[in-house]
């Protein structure tokens, strides 16, 4: 299923700006359709899962 960035950005709770950037930047595949921009769910779910894991206190 293709994503438009507003739903895009439901999905992950990012901004606009921040969509675009990672897009830009090659984090989170797009496809263009005329001058639309999708996002897969595979494109979403690939993003989160390479993700940095978010650091623990050590005891």
Same mark, same amino acid.
């Given at each position: 299923? &293709? ?6 950005k439901q999905?992950?709770? &990012?901004?606009?700006?921040k969509?675009?950037? &990672? ?37």
């Amino acid at each position: 299923m &293709l994503n438009t960035i507003s739903q895009t950005k439901q999905k992950i709770g &990012l901004g606009t700006t921040k969509i675009y950037e &990672l897009i830009g930047t090659g984090k989170l595949k797009a496809k263009k359709i005329g001058r639309r921009t999708f996002i897969s769910d595979e494109a979403i779910q690939d993003f989160v899962t390479n993700l940095d894991d978010y650091p623990t206190a050590n005891p």
